[in-house]
């Protein structure tokens, strides 16, 4: 089985920063892909950035510029620099990672709140 933990959430002012950490356990030989979503209030969850094995990254629309996600293979853990951050990136942000026994599956990590005040 396959454990997400996440660290680095918080408060913190508009225009400041965080950095998000996921680390990846369990018997793991290889993570296809890593990936942050998030979820605010009343609103669905969405994709924030995804980054596969070999380095291929996206992002939302709305995070373009800001954030940007990284991973370590070595160490089976992804990150999420978050610069710039507006209010409504404000969410519980999910750590979320698959491909690693077949194709299809996909693994949660329990979520860590960011608040960003105005």
């Known amino acids: 089985q396959v454990q997400l933990v996440e660290s680095g959430g918080g408060l913190v002012q508009a225009g400041g920063s965080l950095r998000l950490s996921c680390a990846a356990s369990g018997s793991i030989f290889s993570i296809n892909f890593m990936g942050w979503y998030r979820q605010a209030p009343g609103k669905q969850r969405e994709l924030v950035a995804r980054?596969?094995?070999?380095?291929?990254?996206n992002y939302a629309d709305s995070v373009k510029g800001r954030f940007t996600i990284s991973r370590d293979n070595a160490k089976n853990t992804v990150y999420l620099q978050m610069n710039s951050l507006k209010p409504e990136d404000t969410a519980v942000y999910y750590c979320?990672?698959?491909?690693?026994?077949?194709?299809?599956?996909?693994?949660w990590g329990q979520g860590t709140q960011v608040t960003v005040s105005s």
């Open positions: 980054v596969t094995g070999g380095g291929s990254t």
């Open positions: 979320n990672a698959g491909g690693i026994y077949n194709n299809y599956d996909n693994y």
